[in-house]
């Protein structure tokens, strides 16, 4: 039954059907895939992102300070102004891309465009980038196959050193800021935009209708969503999604099957712009949702913005190749045509 609903799929935009929730005897955890049961198991505080607390920090107390200096950083006024840069950018980057060959976009747009967008949001000098950009490299690819010892090694060596530059910086949490834009936003737009080009109606009604943006962000992000799986612990004994777990229980919580789930979100394997996809768990739900989503949202806007009017089709000659582990993959390169200039 894991094995089926063992998220490493062939092909991530395709994640296993949710089910109802079962014990995992291998792997010792409750698994849980259906919308409904998810979105309880996000919104139930027994059931905790800590498996030990470290002693002498209340864990809950420093993420809610976290939360609100976050908050209190991406300020509307503040996501104006970065979004009035990073628009800049990306039709400068496009406009130089070359036309009539077919042209790699997750490495010449998307992950030097996410690096610049990283440097602006978190304040880091321009001359460190390159330096940010692989330290921030080593602490993601570890994320996305935490079953890798040495990855893991690696990232806390790196991660130690990216905190050092953001110790005084702009915006809390500059390192984790750092690597979610630069490595873990690109790793996004490629598969949402993977998404549209295998639905290149939506592409066409995008461009057509730019007022769907919002709406469609939504729907990038329940189609194509990048966190797989979150992990929780039972602090008590809760009963939740129809069943019962001791305290010190875990449970794998599938996001991805979960945003497929046809009881939510009918035809959920067909990308669909205009629907309603607003209560989407990509980024959790409760009271330990994503944090930099208002963030993430506008540069994903911005991003695919520029994407629908500069893309004119995939180069179909091309096999798509993933990259990442278990908890999210991506598609390491995206060849498409662009429009003529
Ligand atoms: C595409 C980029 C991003 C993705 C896919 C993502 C995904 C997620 C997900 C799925 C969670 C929920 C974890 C859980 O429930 O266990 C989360 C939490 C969080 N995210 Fe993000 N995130 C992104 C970008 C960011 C950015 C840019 C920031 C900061 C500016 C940020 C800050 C946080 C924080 C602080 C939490 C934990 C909140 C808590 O524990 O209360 N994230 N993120």
């Known amino acids: 039954m ?58 809950r107390d420093n993420s809610i300070r976290v939360r609100l200096k976050t908050r209190a950083a991406l300020s509307a006024a503040r996501l104006a102004e970065w979004r009035a840069r990073i628009e800049r950018l990306a039709l400068d980057s496009i406009a130089r891309l070359p036309r009539g060959v077919s042209i790699d976009f997750a490495a010449d747009f998307a992950r030097p465009w996410s690096v610049a967008t990283a440097t602006i949001v978190t304040g880091a000098q321009a001359i460190d980038s390159g330096n940010l950009e692989q330290l921030a490299r080593r602490v993601s690819e570890a994320a996305a196959d935490p079953s890798n010892p040495q990855l893991e090694a690696e990232a806390t060596i790196a991660d130690a050193e990216l905190n050092k530059y953001f110790e005084r910086g702009a915006i809390p949490m500059g390192g984790p800021a750092f690597v979610a834009l630069s490595q873990t936003l690109p790793a996004f737009l490629a598969n949402a935009w993977l998404g549209l080009l295998r639905h290149p109606a939506e592409i066409k009604k995008l461009r057509n209708q730019p007022d769907l943006m919002g709406n469609a962000v939504q729907e990038l992000f329940r189609y194509a969503g990048l966190a797989r799986k979150v992990s929780r612990h039972a602090a008590d004994s809760v009963s939740v999604a129809g069943i019962r777990m001791s305290k010190g229980e875990r449970a794998t919580l599938l996001l991805a099957s979960a945003n497929r789930d046809p009881k939510q979100f009918p035809d959920p394997d067909r990308l669909d712009i205009a629907r309603d996809a607003a209560g989407q768990v990509a980024f959790g739900a409760g009271s330990h949702s994503c944090v930099g989503v208002s963030l993430i949202r506008m540069a994903v806007a911005v991003a695919t913005s520029a994407f629908v009017q500069a893309v004119a089709g995939a180069d179909e000659s091309r096999t798509i190749e993933w990259h990442g582990g278990s908890s999210f993959q991506w598609p390491s390169e995206l060849y498409v045509y662009l429009e003529n200039a």
């Not at 089926?4 to 062939?10: K, R």
């Open 2 to 59: 894991w094995a089926e609903l063992d998220p490493g799929s062939a092909d991530p935009l395709l994640p296993p059907r949710p089910g109802p929730a079962f014990y995992d005897s291998t792997s010792q955890r409750w698994v849980l895939s259906q919308y409904d049961n998810v979105l309880r198991a996000l919104r139930e505080p027994r059931l905790s992102l800590y498996d030990t607390r470290p002693s002498g920090m209340d864990v």
